[in-house]
């Protein structure tokens, strides 16, 4: 892990790929071939970097024709059929294709992202390897006051420079101690390295590879690029929707319009937007909507009261 | 699926290997590129044919080598790694490879596939396309009376010609029958496939691809190859053993050896050897084995009373 | 197998229920303590009953709490809390209430049941039983003619009762034939069950225990008593949300309004509802739509060109 | 969290399970109700208690006989078909038995824990609440050399006090530390949460509801309950073992005899078993083992070269 740096120079990856290169007649990705390997930063010191992929655009489509045989004819075009896909929640097709990812996160994000339980991992484990002294310390942009109102996230109130200074004093200084003791129990007093690590903090990084299918994945991306998931792991999902996008351009359209900028409309909105439609006039009181469910409401579609 | 025939011909699967070739800086399995979109004759009508893979042999090391860091330093080789792996059931890293099929068998067999939920699934669906008239009757030498003793397999006492026979044109009627009446509920009498479809027997032959992760699979082969599985499904097993082989030859080897061929014993079968091992006679009265558990110990080890 | 009318009578189950009777400290749902071990019909054969629940809404919310903590505080009821989770998507609490139910149902609706693969299951085998003589023939309503439109559904035009009295007299009479055939293979001829059952339509009735988590339950009847679903399923899925409304009355009503009555609305749409709200007039030319997107969004909320 | 000691005394436990009682006809183990609510004390501010269970042994034995039907016939006992299905490795029936359970336990327990992926858990979460001042210390008979062999577990060497004291008063330094400045960005700084907690140390204590089926349960413990799990997740296994016995006494049984304390035998092993039995002289060089498996092997049936 040391010379994690070293194994990821631009130059060593380059001969990886070079070394690796040949022939293949599986499905091929062109433009997802000319990132594999390359880590992409994140945060301070983290990455993601694609290490594998099985299947393309073309592959969902193959799959669904499977399926439903006689019921595709009629949608001729790649595009209209994955887009039908989408809309309509066909979500088997989607698991036939599948990524793999080197990933360089705070335990804390990985922990969020253990959550995902469809999905293959393999994490470094500090039960058999000493850690490096890498932790995360946010920017002074995302340093933020708790909210009062939204338990989960934090206010639009950012610190004044002298204010946020301090904090940043307090996490810097935080890591560098229990690093400090980490590698003195470690060195100095032979402790296990299984009982050394239990100080180290949840901003420390860890490195894992992860596989999951193309509907599984997009679930994750609809759950952490989503504005309610903490800043650090949105940071991660925003990177893989970019490697999405070079991956199955056709896919990844669909499911911005139709999963991950689309919204869920209950039966008792439903039945409140046709009242509109037709010129009623509707508010809080007249919606039968909890005061809570009515704000939703209206934000979605810019609705003024 | 009229026209499937067609599209696995020789001539057609070498265009389209032809056309899909390209450069790839993926881990590729030589031997494995070779077979990819082949199909392999399975049954009377079946076949299983490789559609894509992901991984090799290293990528099995090298995640492992994510997790266990410096525990694997020892290690040099990739074999002995991956025996070592396989033998203590560290099974994360297997799940880093994966593979698609695209299966033909009957309705039965399809019915204890699916029972391995852990898999990406998408089957020729009855209520949009029309099935074919493809039955599996069994071969003469797989037809024998009903065993007594084992419920679950078959009598050694095959049955005579004649008698073979009198099945075999009950079992090509009785499918033949059903056809017929099925094309006359669609094409005279105009009925729903959905509904008509219900008359079809389970022997009639199904279609579909099949994604599943390396981890799983073998778990598939370790209970579908094993003398217990009814023999058609065993016919299946048998050929994606020959594909693991050409595609991961290094963890094939392992399989065989640690999962597939080995034995779980027992805490009281292992105190049993350990006696035997000292010179001990043990007989079933002393092993305070049940009468069952007695004749598997005993069959496991060659071990005459 | 064959007594299961004697097993499943008033009587016997009563005296099961009254057997089982005694105190227990676990959450309780009375209403669902009525309804255990009492089949409910469907279909010409089949039933469906509660064997075993874990959980009630209070179960959820007491899950939530664990979870959010602090964040919960302020919705002091179970029934806001339970909204909220619903609408939010907040799955994992759902997820710590089971059920456990004993079903009959023909093999053609076993086989889409067993799509939904995170649930366990313990189907009657044939290879070890014999199957009795019961098959799915569909009430002369239920008879209709394919469409040439959807190509999964039927269409809306029934059969006059002479034609549909001819589709029935074929069902019945295959049915029967494929049953005598099957019967004279293994009691005159000793066929193996695992190949005599291989001539058996899929309209036979087979049975099945079944146990899932709230959350995937509530997955398996939003795709299951949808309008799109085979008609057969549905009317299981139907009798599951009675049961479901029994057990977890108020889960049960957000169940409807938030997820099997509400509707996913693409960016797309959102977009065209904000300017329709505006009062700006949206035709299929100017709304970007597709046409058959065009027409799915005009259907969901009333709207006339 | 702050009143949970008092949420878990004893009076206020007594006084859920007596508001709570009422009668059922689900199946009921009457040693598993006892215990119910009842927190059992693990490491030094841990607990697990069982919340709730769905099934019996019974229940486990009711499943396999839909399964199976005519084929578990002839084992009449419930003892001898569990024990039956344990050795066979027939698990769907296990499946259908459910437990949750409500545990206290140190993150860098919980992060090994959350890799059994077949399960339903609700954590506490550090975003919504602040978390109590509560780390784990280590007893001085844990802390030991890390071994140069073995580089996973703990060497036989342990510490003398005056060394032991030291590491001690370290962890306790460090986590006192942390806590403060956690403590002083909320309070005084006024951090989000989410970014405040990222300096605290794995070993905080962090609680969950934990929900999943037998077979997964046997299969967690399996591994967990192994001399290779680290000594602090065994505890709670060891724990749940107990609660297992309570629950399940004959399907405990079985597990100890047929997968815990069993042997998975490499079919090499096992062959070299037979020759040895026939009375053979092995010895690593005719064994064609590697010395790494070699010694393995002895270890198994105590073989002395």
């Given at each position: 892990m040391n010379n994690l740096s070293a194994e990821l120079s631009e130059a060593t990856i380059n001969q990886v790929r070079e070394e690796l290169q040949s022939k293949t007649v599986r499905a091929t990705s062109p433009e997802m071939e000319e990132i594999l390997y390359k880590p992409i930063s994140v945060l301070d010191h983290g990455f993601i970097r694609a290490i594998d992929y099985m299947g393309t655009d073309a592959s969902i489509v193959q799959a669904a024709r499977v399926s439903y045989g006689a019921g595709t004819?009629?949608?001729?075009?790649d595009r209209g059929l994955i887009n039908y896909l989408m809309r309509h929640h066909h979500?088997?097709?989607?698991?036939m294709c599948e990524i793999k990812l080197h990933i360089k996160m705070p335990i804390f994000v990985a922990r969020q992202w253990m959550r995902h339980r469809t999905a293959s991992l393999n994490e470094h484990s500090a039960r058999y390897s000493v850690l490096s002294s890498e932790f995360y310390i946010p920017e002074v942009s995302q340093l933020a006051k708790q909210s009062d109102i939204n338990k989960q996230g934090k206010s639009s109130a950012e610190f004044d420079r002298n204010h946020a200074n301090e904090i940043l004093k307090i996490l810097e200084q935080s890591s560098h101690n229990a690093y400090e003791r980490y590698s003195h129990m470690l060195d100095?007093?032979?402790?296990t390295r299984e009982l050394a690590?239990?100080?180290?903090?949840?901003?420390i990084y860890t490195e894992m590879y992860w596989k999951i299918d193309l509907h599984n994945l997009m679930h994750f991306l609809k759950l952490r690029a989503?504005?309610?998931?903490?800043y650090e792991i949105r940071c991660y999902a925003n990177v893989i929707l970019e490697i999405l996008k070079k991956w199955l351009p056709i896919t990844y359209e669909a499911f911005v319009n139709y999963?991950?900028?689309a919204t869920s409309l209950s039966k008792k909105n439903r039945e409140l937007i046709k009242r509109m439609l037709k010129g009623e006039k509707i508010t809080q009181e007249n919606s039968e909507l909890s005061k809570g469910e009515w704000l939703e409401f209206t934000a979605i579609f810019d609705i003024k009261d």
């Open positions: 004819r009629k949608i001729q075009e979500t088997t097709p989607f698991e100095d007093l032979s402790l690590r239990t100080i180290l903090p949840i901003s989503d504005s309610h998931a903490q999963q991950k900028e």
